[in-house]
């Protein structure tokens, strides 16, 4: 898979608020899909979470693993670090180096 087809199914995969609050909760510990179904409980059935989930799983920011009959969740921080260091790491050394000079100016004034 190219590089470009992988940030498209992170960006795909970041769109949805849901998606985005299961990676919230895989931010603090890794999760059986059942305490994942749990937090959504009233609003999505399990059906639903277990789509968000693959979605999260091809787009490379879940990984599951299986211990007997759980399912266990982690977070994969690589796909993040991927896209900082495309898209964000060089439009903030940028800014930085924006403020380095607006600081030199401004005490040599």
């Given at each position: 898979?190219?590089?470009?087809?992988?940030?498209?199914l992170v960006f795909?995969?970041?769109?949805?608020?849901?998606r985005?609050?299961?990676?919230?909760?895989?931010?603090?510990?890794p999760?059986?899909?059942g305490?994942?179904?749990?937090?959504?409980?009233?609003?999505?059935?399990?059906?639903t979470?277990?789509?968000?989930?693959?979605?999260?799983?091809?787009?490379?920011l879940?990984?599951?693993r299986r211990?007997?009959?759980?399912?266990?969740?982690?977070?994969n921080?690589?796909p993040?670090?991927?896209?900082?260091?495309?898209?964000?790491?060089?439009?903030?050394?940028?800014?930085?180096?924006?403020l380095?000079?607006?600081?030199?100016?401004?005490?040599?004034?």
């Amino acid at each position: 898979m190219s590089t470009a087809d992988s940030d498209d199914l992170v960006f795909k995969a970041l769109a949805d608020s849901r998606r985005r609050r299961i990676l919230d909760l895989l931010k603090a510990q890794p999760r059986t899909t059942g305490e994942l179904c749990e937090a959504f409980e009233g609003a999505l059935d399990r059906c639903t979470v277990m789509q968000h989930i693959g979605v999260l799983e091809r787009a490379g920011l879940v990984i599951a693993r299986r211990e007997g009959r759980t399912r266990w969740n982690y977070l994969n921080a690589a796909p993040f670090k991927d896209i900082y260091d495309r898209w964000i790491s060089p439009y903030a050394h940028e800014a930085v180096e924006l403020l380095g000079r607006l600081k030199r100016d401004l005490e040599g004034a």
